[in-house]
């Protein structure tokens, strides 16, 4: 399931590492609350753990072997948010010092495997586990089927990203330039490896691990909350938060960078408006049909923006026209903001009088 | 081959490689003369520029670029092949063979009831050559930069402090627990007399796990207490003394320059 490079195309690219980049700020924030200056040696042992699982080779019915990723034992005993930065650590050694999975999309591959494999191990197991005592056998089961669900979850999510390839990154003789089978063979073709083999992998090494603790250690199965409440607790200090201005400076500088955005060629996917169905180019590359549907051309005339495509009427150049379409919509933003602040500004209770 | 045997295989590989990395990254290569900055950021960026490229004799260009860059950074060709580009071929090479028939297009050559389609031809040529020129390129990194190196050099592209030494003690903690599964896998396959069942070995794997992470915790509790009284409180003061000379400056330049070419002719 580890992606490597050249699969996905850049823009599928940096889609996932914006979205796995929020997960890991995410997690980051939480993880240090609850476990303060533990973090650090926790998550990197954990990560340490993960990735020797990975080379576990788990006997599997029919003869053959398999490989899990983890992913359950880590959201059991470190919780969603520890678990997503354990098992992105061991994938991010994996890509950068095994060269298994590419860095381009180490991204797609921790929020495949580490983000949307936790929260279905979590979802799943909190559900079936609910009320359990800690030594009880729905336990185990609930850890079954959650590694399961997880391992599968994943898969079809990578599915999903190879499926969509073909259909948005082809060249003008149709020649896919990335990953080259459509949904309709991606999905069958990853889901039936992990419904059987690597789905019952999971499933056998989460299940087994957790009957495992709870004969041998029980409290590993509490939760992370119980490390944070050892008498060596330290608290951490608060990290500076970036300062106002800073932020305004680089809000200035990607105002200043917008113009890059016209050097992309083409129309966005989904985005074409009732002119691009009737200019050849963008027909081509799209494979649109020749006609915009009828709804399509009623409902666009239903609202004209007062800079339409980024390029106000007035301005002749499409880069200054960008520019100012930026410094416009940023603007309008701030007012916005100044407006919610007084708005929401608590205010000053009259002072009592003496 | 029994499951206990492929596992310590695994073990005994992963091993294996990171000595080769350690042999690798001390002797005079191209890339070892270059500061581990210039080296990350210009690797990357050809491995970007590969995967943004649109052409396929531009990425077979990016592709003898990147066997030369490992060449000349003295990774054996033996191991290159050995490594790299059989173990890609396999794997990339199961997915890109049917995309020869399935791909629609103008047929170029015909076996029996199978036609292989131009389009199909070059769908599979551009993923195969990518994915070869990307691994080729990361492995001439890993093996060429000692990791402590291609860490400082993640912190001073401003990845977060915590961060870094997150994958620092990872990595170390990593050698040290395969270390300790592998005894615990060979110790089990010393004493195992017989093959085992299906179950039985699936409780092994399941309880040797277990152990592996209850050691996991325990060490991390030492660890911890180690850092405590070395006096940490939350804050991680990592080491950078890079310097840039004018070799890295002229490298990064060179790289770039290669990189910004093959995307800007690959379009």
Known sequence: MHIPDGYLSPSTCVTLYLAAASGWYAALRRVKRILATRTIPLISVFAAFSFVIMMFNIPLPGGTTGHAVGVTVAVIVLGPWGAILSISLALAIQALFFGDGGITTLGANCLNMAMIGAFVAYGSYRLIAAGADLSSRRRVLAAAIAGYLAINASAFATALEFGIQPALFHDASGTPLYAPYPLSVAIPAMMIGHLTFAGLAEAAISAGMIAYLQKADLGLLQGPGTFAQSPEFVPVPRAATPSPSRLWWAVALLMFLTPLGILAAGTAWGEWSAYDFDNARVQLSSTLPSVAPAGLRKLSALWTAPFPGYAPRFIRSPHFGYLLSAMFGVGLLALLSLIAKSWFKPRRQPEARA | ?267
């Open chain 2, 1 to 267: 081959m029994s499951f206990l045997e492929s596992t310590l295989q695994g073990f005994t590989r992963a091993l294996s490689r990171s000595l080769l990395s350690e042999q690798v990254a001390g002797q005079p290569g191209i890339l070892q003369q270059l500061d581990p900055r210039v080296r990350v950021v210009g690797i990357f960026s050809l491995v970007i520029a590969g995967v943004l490229c649109r052409r396929l004799d531009v990425i077979i260009a990016l592709f003898v670029l990147a066997t030369g860059i490992a060449l000349a950074s003295r990774v054996s060709p033996a191991s290159l092949a050995k490594r790299v580009w059989l173990v890609v071929l396999a794997f990339t090479g199961v997915i890109a063979f049917p995309a020869l028939f399935a791909t629609p297009g103008a047929p170029v050559l015909s076996l029996s009831r199978f036609v292989i389609t131009a389009q199909g031809l070059r769908t599979a040529l551009l993923l195969i050559f990518r994915v070869e020129t990307a691994a080729t390129l990361t492995t001439a990194l890993v093996l060429a930069t000692p990791w402590t190196h291609t860490l400082k050099a993640l912190r001073s592209l401003r990845l977060p402090a915590e961060v870094v030494t997150m994958l620092a003690m990872t990595h170390r903690y990593v050698f040290l627990l395969l270390e300790s599964a592998n005894q615990m896998f060979e110790s089990r396959a010393s004493r195992a007399v017989g093959r085992l069942s299906g179950a039985e070995s699936r409780g092994m794997t399941a309880s040797t796990a277990g152990v592996l992470l209850t050691k996991s915790m325990d060490l991390s509790h030492d660890v911890y207490l180690a850092m405590l009284a070395r006096g940490f409180r939350g804050e991680i003061p990592l080491l950078t003394e890079f310097r840039l000379t004018i070799l890295d400056y002229a490298g990064l330049l060179i790289f770039l320059f290669a990189g910004g070419l093959a995307v800007w002719i690959g379009r």
